[in-house]
């Protein structure tokens, strides 16, 4: 049974840091991307970065530059290092799994991701 498992949300200003993490159990797929979706209230689902099996990796415009994501294939664990954060990036945060090839792929199509975390919330504000 996979189970992705995110932490590491919170409310912090403007400007500030978050690190989130995404324990990852019982995904077996060779070839896979992973990816952080956010949520905000009353808007879609949007991908701000993925990264695959071959840690090629993708970001959207809204965030390049300041978020980074890494994974640790001994741990099991997705990262995303936010930093300069901004009100805008509020939202809920999902880790989610899939068997894609491609990062800008995963990224682009959530609905097509096989497995979803739970979510983990970040309020940022000004």
């Known amino acids: 049974q996979v189970q992705l498992v995110e932490s590491g949300g919170g409310s912090v200003q403007a400007g500030g840091s978050l690190r989130l993490s995404c324990a990852a159990s019982?995904?077996?797929?060779?070839?896979?991307?992973m990816g952080w979706f956010r949520q905000a209230p009353g808007k879609e689902r949007e991908g701000v970065a993925a990264?695959?099996?071959?840690?090629?990796?993708s970001y959207s415009d809204s965030v390049r530059g300041r978020f980074t994501i890494s994974q640790d294939k001994v741990k099991n664990t997705l990262y995303l290092q936010m930093n300069s954060l901004k009100p805008e990036d509020t939202g809920m945060y999902y880790c989610?799994?899939?068997?894609?090839?491609?990062?800008?792929?995963?990224?682009?199509?959530?609905?097509?991701?096989?497995?979803w975390g739970k979510g983990t919330p970040v309020t940022i504000s000004s």
């Open positions: 019982g995904y077996t797929y060779r070839n896979y991307c």
């Open positions: 989610a799994a899939g068997r894609y090839s491609s990062p800008v792929a995963a990224r682009r199509h959530p609905g097509a991701m096989d497995y």
């Open positions: 990264i695959c099996s071959d840690d090629s990796f």
